[in-house]
């Protein structure tokens, strides 16, 4: 009744709520024990080499900062490579899939949740160049969906609350709002989060379930800045500058003759991040090939952690870049072989935590790097973030991206400040921050959600349009050498992903061109041993419901008159409650299933093979009418792709069964037959491809 | 050929890039002549005051004062009621029509524009309480019909360019990137403005469309913030904080404690909107009934002009709220009867626009107000604003709530002032905003756009967690009793808007019990004297294209089988063309139709009534195979109401047509058929309500 309208409705707000506290909660746990841990090891590190710098005992920190490095990287690794497979990398490709409508499994189990959030700390510890912006993201979205099914398949408890959310459809919804507020507590972007949920994930705008994420978005970085502002030592203070996270631009204007400088920096990024994407590819590829063993991804990672540490050391050591100490970027200035009362600058840039590192080349005064300091970084810094990304470690790809963005664009700014001295407008920190949004975008590829995130990390409004300037020409030259990130790895997962487009110019391809046939039908009453061989012999999701139909004549055209669609699910439901009646016409048993019953068992339903069904039940018949969806989405024969293409995302289908004129079924149409057809934009040219696409 | 997709694309952005210039220059034209003309009104008034004040010769500017506004507004209602009635009101509940797919007849012409625009700078100027941000978004949108399309109705001249986007779908998708231009323009929120059209017009989220969107609307801001720094005097500086809209908020923070104030003030917001729009409900039927002659409508508006400038003057004379000059809110600080070195705080307030009042209730220092003025402003602007809106005449309804709410809005900062003195937090100004918030909120109900446009408009982020918590109560306590005041008024107009869910609880109400039938159905090979005569008599769009179908049969059970679709526009230009074959199966004449003879058309065909058919080419017969749709979306006669209302919400149809197992065409399903569901929220209570919808 509407009473139990208003009162799911009310819980939904609830669930959100709860995913925003929890989501705020982790990850400003995340953050602390990142920094605690790093704190201890810069300053052990930075004791030594104070130390040793006169009594030329320099190999005791370089050897316990190298072991140090790849101690926490091996924890990392271990949780990634034995643990929870599904915990590496930064999780925003499958969090994308899953948004998409494609599950992959695993990805939001709490075992995973875990693993990430501990292996996290420790890559970010181990001094890899990654970033734990998007592992936060993905922890938002596992919290979600854990808290709206009220039950935790890990430690096998149910709960029994929010029965009524288990839908893929309702855990879909509340896994964007955990996504919204994992964003927004990674960088304190709320609106951010929403337009990162939507772009990533939505096919159809819906106002409430978007007002619901932002609540959830929002409640999510309140919650970190309430935290934070209890470690920070202003208890309740939420407006303080101190909770923003690229640190606080105020002073920054812009002129209008930047505007061309701007368009400038975004190509560059574009070109670097095309690059990025190119040698990360490959490299990916390799990986697959041959780095599949456990083992052998926990050495890769260790040496990976060992070369990063050892490339740091030697670097402070030979390049003697020397800053009065007093507006140090770092807590730890490390002095190396720069005079008394000034400290090395590299060695501020590699002892401190990626983030940390961002914020000083976004804030520090204009001379505190020079410029052969700043190159040398970026170099080093692309070629390591390109190796780290894939590693088998909980990694985020965001910081590192900044980071290098950052060193370039500092250097653009020194450059301007040689040709254009005096000018107000040229701003070192400024530049910074407009190279790492233009890295960031040529490798992520992100539009109005990148903007709005990167603006909000500011906390500063009026750089949103350089911002936004940067950010198009990055994707616009980035697009034209290949795809984003993201879009690269879910390719190489071989996932269905659907594209926001129809592939252009495929109107004359027609529904009985792209339709998968023979077509598996079940009768409306059906023989339970003729269903149970082809569900062990199928993978598929839902098969059409047909009368007039003899599976074992040789002369169909047709898989019979379509009467409805039955989901592999219920099926099963049904016959392990051997919902079945005997050649008689009579109930085999008196089970009375309710949509409780289906309910209950989702998302995981019994294995085919689990369900024992003996030779005198394969005889007898199940009625599938009562069960099944007697008017699903269908599609004519003679529809086109981009009719068809237009429903699946649209209405997120997963399937649509194709009749002909006479109310046949001619055949199917898949996620995966329409995700055969791509658009390439490989060089500028633009090309309709068929790909493969095996079986995920 | 993919080369003309580029082109295309190109395209799409560059018109987008001239939609958010044009938008941007006419915004500023408002703004500049508002503030031009207001200046000059307010100047010769207040000379006249300060110079009759000791020689009791007040009535002189009274009457002055008094007939400058009405004279005003009677140019303002004049170009309304006889020059274009579209132009009146704020235009955003047609927008929200014409993006949620009705078209309503001549809201997108450059005649609505122009009278639009010149309308708005004098009601504005005439002292209503009205604001021009509305009109300014319509603005946009016109603006944004007119360039895509190359062409213009109102000068009958065609360029002959962007041919390629003179279809329903992409006319309308630039009309959102206008609507964004337009709020971008009006408030500085360039993602505001984004979010606007999304949640105002969206049905289904598209990745590139909403980058181009953004586009128009960043370029909107840009365009604006480049001439106002030129009017302003600082050319090209664009991040000079006097363009913030409501004035820079920055060093305004926020304390934890502080969150029940903000919910109560939302709670307050919601109240007082529920009230504005409950008593504006009742005056807008009562004006529909009784107020529908051209030239009552301008006499009304006189009469409401003439008393907002009666009942401010007699408000100024009366109450003396006297603060010494000096940090002076307005330009023209008026004396009346305070000290000398003192003026007239109630006078400042209606001395100038009511923009220029809600930054001064905005920034003023604490004690410029006492609490009687704030008060009496808040009523009789309250009263007036609701009097107001509905008028024949240009006007916006933004600025008036703002106006009302930050009045009461400072109210609470004064008292809370008293009740925690000395504490940081509490700062008038604050919750003059999130007064303003809560009162806009609880009238138009808008969710995360508001929230953004707000928080925009102010400049300062920070601001972001309060003004949201303060439009989720707004809403929440609002909905309790009615809807938000664009839905109240969409309603009155009749038109089928489809709500962003399914009624709950429809799922057992089938297409059988929804769609209309009978159905005019023309066969696959028709007379031409039959079409033209259901033609005439019927006015829908699309026609289900049949065979085995005798329309002379009086046993018809269905309407034949389904072979295609067929649209009004196109039999119009057919008949016109006369693409006919006689009786023998000859054809008539030799035309050759191309997609171009149907596109030149668009978007007003020719009228039947205007197409002239012989008695002769009656008896003709017209075969619509070449020209049919032969793969619509149809829906089966058992589907529930939620899959038919996702199916158009998801996909934006206008009409679907039903058909039966056996592929015979049973009926159809409109918009008008689904909108007759509504969910209604009154008290609390959750209704299902079939609407009578007259053909609007």
């Known amino acids: 009744g509407y009473r139990f309208l208003v009162k799911k409705n009310l819980a939904r707000w609830l669930v959100m709520g709860l995913i925003g506290i929890l989501t705020g909660i982790v990850a400003s746990g995340i953050d602390y024990f990142i920094d605690l841990l790093s704190q201890l090891k810069y300053k052990l590190i930075t004791d030594y080499i104070n130390k040793c710098i006169n009594n030329s005992c320099l190999s005791i920190p370089f050897v316990l900062f190298v072991s140090l490095n790849a101690g926490a990287v091996l924890i990392a690794s271990i949780l990634v490579a034995y643990v929870e497979p599904q915990a590496g990398g930064s999780g925003i490709p499958q969090i994308k899939c899953y948004l998409n409508g494609v599950k992959i499994p695993r990805v939001v189990r709490i ?13 970010v510890v181990g001094g890899l160049a990654v970033g734990k912006e998007g592992p936060m993201i993905h922890s938002g979205a596992v919290i979600a969906a854990g808290i709206s099914q009220g039950r935790s398949a890990t430690f096998n408890k149910d709960f029994r609350v929010f029965e009524y959310f288990r839908t893929d459809h309702e855990k879909r919804d509340f896994v964007s709002g955990g996504a919204a507020a994992g964003v927004s507590a990674a960088f304190g972007a709320p609106v951010g989060g929403v337009l990162f949920s939507l772009e990533e994930g939505a096919s159809y705008w819906n106002q409430s379930l978007t007002w619901r994420i932002f609540f959830a978005s929002f409640i999510s970085t309140f919650t970190l800045n309430v935290v934070l502002s209890y470690v920070k030592g202003h208890p309740w203070d939420l407006s303080n500058p101190g909770l923003i996270n690229f640190g606080e631009f105020n002073s920054v204007t812009y002129n209008g003759v930047e505007i061309p400088i701007f368009l400038m920096i975004g190509a560059i990024g574009g070109l670097f991040g095309a690059l990025f994407n190119m040698i990360n590819h490959k490299l990916s590829v390799f990986r697959m090939r041959h780095v599949y063993r456990k083992s052998t991804k926990v050495v890769e990672a260790m040496i990976v952690a060992g070369i990063t540490a050892m490339i740091a050391f030697v670097l402070m050591y030979f390049i003697t870049d020397c800053s009065p100490l007093g507006n140090d970027p770092t807590e730890h200035p490390v002095q190396f072989f720069c005079s008394d009362g000034e400290f090395n600058g590299l060695a501020a840039l590699f002892f401190q935590t990626p983030e940390a590192s961002v914020k000083s080349l976004f804030h520090d005064p204009n001379n505190s790097y020079q410029p052969l300091t700043l190159s040398v970084f970026f170099l080093v810094y692309f070629c390591l973030s390109i190796w780290t990304y894939g590693l088998a470690v909980s990694s985020g790809l965001f910081i590192p991206a900044l980071l290098t963005g950052a060193a370039w664009g500092r250097l653009v700014g020194i450059f301007l400040a040689q040709i254009f001295p005096n000018q107000g407008w040229v701003d070192p920190g400024k530049y910074a921050l407009l190279g790492a949004a233009a890295q960031l975008g040529g490798v992520v590829r992100m539009t109005i959600s990148l903007t709005v995130i990167i603006t909000e990390a500011t906390g500063n409004l009026s750089l949103g349009l350089p911002i936004m300037l940067v950010l198009m020409m ?16 879910i390719q190489l997962m071989a996932v269905p992903m659907i594209q926001w487009e129809p592939p252009p110019l495929s109107s004359n391809v027609l ?31 839902g098969f059409p419901v047909v009368d007039e139909y003899d599976p074992d004549a040789d002369d169909n055209t047709t898989f019979g008159v379509f009467k409805g669609l039955i989901l592999r699910d219920q099926l099963l439901v049904l016959l392990e409650n051997k919902v079945f009646k005997d050649p008689h016409g009579n109930p085999c048993n008196t089970t009375k299933l309710s949509s409780k019953d289906f309910r209950n068992q989702y998302p995981r339903f019994p294995d085919i093979k689990q369900i024992n069904i003996s030779v005198h039940e394969r005889e007898c018949t199940m009625d599938l009418r009562p069960f099944m969806n007697p008017s699903p989405y269908t599609v004519s024969d003679r529809a086109s792709l981009p009719r068809i293409f237009k429903l699946f995302r649209g209405l997120g289908l997963r399937h649509i069964v194709v009749i002909n004129d006479t109310h046949q079924v001619v055949g199917m149409v898949t996620r995966k037959d329409l995700a055969r057809y791509r658009l390439e934009h490989v060089g500028g040219e633009l090309k309709l491809e068929e790909m493969d696409i095996t079986h995920s």
Do not use: Q
Not at 111 to 123: A, H, P, Q, R
Not at 475 to 486: L, M, P, R, S, T
Not at 514 to 536: A, D
């Open 111 to 123: 075992k995973t949740l875990v693993s990430k959030c501990i292996g996290v700390v420790f890559s």
């Open 474 to 489: 990055a994707k616009w030259v980035g697009d034209y050498f290949n795809e984003g990130i993201y879009d690269i790895h």
């Open 511 to 541: 529904a009985c061109e792209v339709m998968s046939h023979p077509v598996t039908t079940f009768r409306t009453v059906e023989k339970v041993g003729r269903i149970r061989e082809k569900l062990e012999k199928e993978t598929h999701h």
